[in-house]
């Protein structure tokens, strides 16, 4: 660790506070349906929008139409996307004339896209034409970060409201998502990408002389215009299959600040928007402390774990003041790399500038623990919001408990039933996780992807079932996941990370819409106060702890205490 | 349920329209007027022809020329497609090892390359650079360090004096912003260029 590592982590992660709040307040705008400065240019297309699709703007949904509409929408965009991966090769720009995608891997992609996850069995180089990468997978970068973020806003109406019925219209808040928000700053982002030497072309390749004489085929493509939503939206599916780590997608320091800035700019601001909403916006900085709080502490032990490095490297000679730089690229080092690794799993991006499988065993397993939380610090754009809503309405469960008088939060009495659905939308996490991952371990045939003998074998499958149901995205990617066994249970477990969460969520949300607002009675336990801060914070850790602590000893953690003893597979 | 079709497939189709095609296109092309050279991948010519890209590191085999990181690329074996075989800076194929740190693999091919180091004659403690693979197999920048142990052996084989080809990579080096922001690296097809340069 050196003060110029530190220093490079806290100029990020300070740019991404100082965004906070004027990103936030002006989403609260956006879908408190207020003008704002882009009115003038995108409102006649917001409306056009409306009128060609039959979507009557004032006419708002319960929790129930709200979901299926949601969810119509999810399996068109399924169903779109499955043909033009199955079709591509009769499709325009495929400068490379790639073949068709196979059934069960055009089946992993599709949901993998569309449940804002974007964990890639494939290689894009080698797999994606620029036809699926932009009118495919990036349309969905977009729609999928647009689906979660208006989710995350039927649930900040439900706190909102007064004895409410209706949660929003889910066809305005994901067109305003996506016209007032996603769209503009990924075109501010793309630019400033490009600049940094992030190609944008449609060619598919050129062809280079190397000095030495041998003929170098690079691919190019179309990359900073997807780059920018990947990042911005948290979808993370890289152009090619080293993601941002590739020199093309991520070319410097400068490029790695706005791709980290990115990725955490949206999901830290929802929750000021949050606060906004609700009427209180110290409540969102509560929460904003909460998961900024987690991410540091995470950043504190990557960065020492990597920076400790591998001993049994620099007992070979390598200089230790190296650290671990297998998997890791010169121009970010060890610092930005563990920022990278936090940030990314801390949200739903998933997107890696260094390769995980490669880290050291903590370096590894914080990004999965992170995951295994519920992908909540600061989370997905959305499902980040939401999620840390669900886990508040847990701790004030449990501090009711404590004081034995009915839990509140924001002014709604939370009773028995609210409870019951959060915990369902919690527990579909480790059904997902370790039930496949248990069934992985002894399957032959999905034990022969593994690239890692011993424990870290173990690691390599729970972090692809932890990825996946967390609708991550990042991998320990020395597993090949592109066999049918894969790709189909690890699209289940995006489908039960993304709908099986969100249905008990929504109900949930619908009945606590319903509730009297009281205003803060004298008793009512603070919610944003420290004492919250701290309590919640516990609360994440003993259940995500609680959880999954049996399978990280047998992974991670005693790869860690062999590494130490000597021990090589 | 059905009400909720037309707006689905409407929207479906208008967002595909504009963020899918009109969106990327539309950068596509003000990148080709604002950055051209960026945009088309930043390629580097010598006497008019491609010779790299300032981005993607290649592979430098020969002892005339500094050597990059080594890479974990690969690429289809040409006796049998369903197999990989090595292929260094292959930059259509973008990989890291994705080796663990208990990996007998890693231990090996780093204590194969110590030994390769320790016969050129380097001694202390290796940069950790010269002997790890790159996340992406295509990592264009190796550390100062790396480059200034690299300096007398490929003078050398040039027949230059030792301190020009040291003030070359000095000369090369690029600095943190600041002091403190980004990594002090060393681009090796830049420096192997001006290597080339020098007569």
Known sequence: MTLAGWLQIGLILGLVALTTRPLGLYMARVFSGERNFLSPVLGPVERAFYRLAGVAPEREQNWLSYTIAMLVFSAAGFASLYAILRLQAFLPFNPQHFDNVPPDLAFNTAISFLTNTNWQAYSGETTMSNFSQMAGLAVHNFLSAATGVALAIAVTRAFARHSATTLGNFWVDMTRATLYVFLPVSILIALAFIATGVPQTLAGSVDATTLEGAKQTIALGPMASQEAIKQFGTNGGGFFNANAAHPFENPNAWANLLQIWALLAVAFGLLVTFGKMVGSEKQGWALFKIAGLVLVGAVVIVYAAESIGNPLLTQLGLDPAGGNLEGKETRFGLALSSLYAVATTGTSCGGVNAMMDSFTPIGGLVPMFLMQLGVITPGGVGSGLYGLVVFAVITVFIAGLMVGRTPEFLGKKIESREVKLAMLAVLILPLSILGFSAVAAVLPSSLSSLANNGPHGLSEILYAYTSATGNNGSAFAGLNANTPWYNVTLGIAMILGRFGYVAPLMAMAGSIAAKKKHPGSLGAFPTDGGLFVGLMIGVILIVGGLQFFPALALGPIVEHFLMFAGKTF | ?199
Do not use: C
């Open chain 2, 1 to 199: 349920m059905l009400a909720h079709f037309r707006p689905a497939v409407v929207l479906l189709a208008l967002f595909t329209l504009l963020t899918g095609l009109a969106y990327p296109l539309a950068m596509t092309g003000i990148a080709s007027v604002l950055f051209p050279w960026q945009a088309g991948g930043s390629l580097i010519l010598r006497d008019g022809k491609v010779v790299g890209s300032a981005l993607i590191g290649q592979n430098f085999a020969s002892a005339r020329y500094f050597h990059p990181r080594p890479s974990a690329t690969g690429a289809p074996d040409p006796k049998d497609p369903s197999k990989t075989v090595d292929a260094p800076y292959n930059a259509d194929n973008s990989s890291g090892s994705n080796l663990g740190p208990t990996s007998k693999a890693l231990i090996d091919r780093v204590k194969t390359g110590v030994a390769a180091r320790r016969a050129e004659g380097w001694t202390g403690p290796l940069p950790a650079d010269a002997l790890t693979t790159s996340a992406s197999g295509l990592d264009p920048d190796i550390s100062p360090e790396n480059a200034l142990l690299q300096a007398s052996d490929v003078a050398r084989a040039r027949g230059l004096v030792a301190g020009t080809v040291r003030n070359l990579v000095l000369a090369q080096i690029q600095k943190p912003w600041m002091g403190f922001f980004g990594e002090p690296r060393v681009n090796v097809l830049k420096l192997n260029l001006a290597l080339d340069g020098l007569k």
